[in-house]
């Protein structure tokens, strides 16, 4: 169990990594007013996305729910792991919205400014927070 963990929390640095920067590209790629840039940010974005982001997310519901698996009872009645699988859910919410601008970029035809995007990297830093939180002091 504790290399499943291990492994685990591999895959969520990863993934957070990632969720942390594709939107920073996102904001680069918004303020970028020539071809070459935009060009090189659809490549770094598709290569992120598809190369590092889905595969650690994958893993890491994966392997959570591996982990889980080894006390399936405790978990199901406890009340912070069904907020923290709230979280969790708005977080592969979030991923999915990522993908689709990261298509609206990759046609030109994202319409948002690189402000919005500065407030939009935000998310996952108060998902990161809030999961933390629930699943090291188990507030309820």
Request: proline share 3%; charged share 15%; aromatic share 18%.
């Amino acid at each position: 169990m504790l290399w499943i963990k291990a492994f685990h929390i591999v895959a969520i640095v990863c993934w957070f990594a990632a969720l942390f920067y594709l939107p920073r590209l996102f904001v680069y790629h918004a303020s970028a007013t020539d071809r070459e840039s935009i060009e090189r940010f659809k490549i770094m974005e598709r290569k992120l996305y598809r190369g590092i982001m889905t595969p650690s997310a994958i893993a890491s519901v994966v392997l959570g729910v591996w982990l889980m698996s080894y006390a399936t009872e405790y978990y199901m009645s406890s009340s912070w792991f069904h907020a923290k699988l709230t979280l969790v859910l708005l977080l592969l919410g979030y991923h999915h919205a990522c993908g689709r601008l990261l298509k609206k970029f990759a046609q030109d035809k994202n319409t948002r400014s690189h402000v919005f995007f500065r407030w939009f990297n935000e998310f996952p830093v108060l998902v990161l927070v809030g999961i933390c939180i629930l699943v090291v002091v188990k507030p309820f």
